[in-house]
């Protein structure tokens, strides 16, 4: 079966029963997935001809009130349907943070949104404690530590110091057909009111070429923000449009092995190419 036809399946038997695999935009579901935006692209355009998702006139999905179950009786192997709570949970909590949009986390209210039991949602929220994201506080619940302006202006700092001595200890082993697949996966929108098409691989290609334990474990660790900040970003036609030519810049340096081009590209990618950061903490 074809990856088109797995990620079909995935979320049409995540809308059979009413939910979704992740939020419906292009940018999250090809970070869901572990794929470029170019096979969601596909999918979300047949699911649209299906009458399974509709886009709104924003250009926002939605899905349609009855949803026809997926065909046949198990699910093609390679790409499970996700179940586990763990992700969804981390992600609100993430999102909570960033937008400041409240104190607490409920155990009640998000063990019935989860339709899991208060024990299973408090055992999620002692793991989420371990990252800083939560503090427990007797007789009150769970505290979201909200992140400021200055708590994602030193992690941009600490992002660009660990990505660029990536970049340094992996610049040996890049291949070139690698770069080249993602530079053109990187494609400009084909009119005025088209959306680009973002592959933001290369920074974890970067991370996974370096191969050093402590630079990954702290993109690993801060995983979360990568995605939300990336499908914030896909959301935003300006911002997007300046990913494409900043992730062409980067890689073609990378491709000429101009060491010195690929380093500046990529601080000045990492700097100046996350407009949302000036919105944390008001309206995404």
Not at 174 to 196: E, S
Request: with cysteine; charged share 25%.
């Amino acid at each position: 079966m074809e990856l088109t036809e797995k990620i079909e399946y995935d979320i049409t038997s995540h809308l059979s029963v009413g939910n979704t695999p992740c939020k419906l935009t292009v940018a999250a579901l090809a970070l869901h997935y572990g794929v470029s935006q170019t096979p969601v692209r596909t999918v979300i355009s047949k699911l649209i001809d299906d009458g399974k998702l509709i886009k709104l006139t924003n250009g926002r999905l939605q899905t349609p009130t009855d949803v026809d179950a997926p065909k046949g009786p198990t699910a093609p192997s390679g790409l499970p349907v996700s179940t586990d709570p763990y992700p969804a949970i981390l992600r609100e909590i993430v999102q909570k943070s960033l937008l400041a949009e409240e104190t607490f986390l409920r155990e009640e209210r998000t063990a019935a949104h989860h339709h899991l039991s208060r024990s299973a949602v408090r055992e999620i929220c002692h793991l989420i404690e371990g990252q800083g994201l939560l503090e427990h506080i007797p007789r009150r619940g769970w505290k979201i530590r909200h992140f400021t302006h200055e708590d994602l202006r030193a992690y941009q700092d600490t992002r660009e110091v660990l990505e660029l001595k990536a970049l340094d200890l992996a610049w040996g082993r890049m291949v070139d057909t690698d770069l080249q697949a993602m530079h053109d996966g990187n494609i400009p929108a084909r009119d005025p009111n088209g959306f680009p098409v973002i592959d933001n691989r290369i920074h974890g290609y970067i991370i996974e070429k370096a191969d050093n334990f402590y630079i990954s474990d702290f993109f690993k660790r801060h995983a979360p923000f990568f995605e939300i900040l990336f499908e914030w970003e896909g959301e935003n036609r300006e911002a997007a449009a300046d990913a494409v030519d900043q992730h062409h810049e980067i890689l073609t340096a990378l491709i000429n092995r101009n060491r010195k081009n690929a380093a500046a590209a990529l601080t000045h990618h990492i700097r100046f190419n996350h407009p949302v950061l000036d919105r944390i903490g008001t309206t995404v």
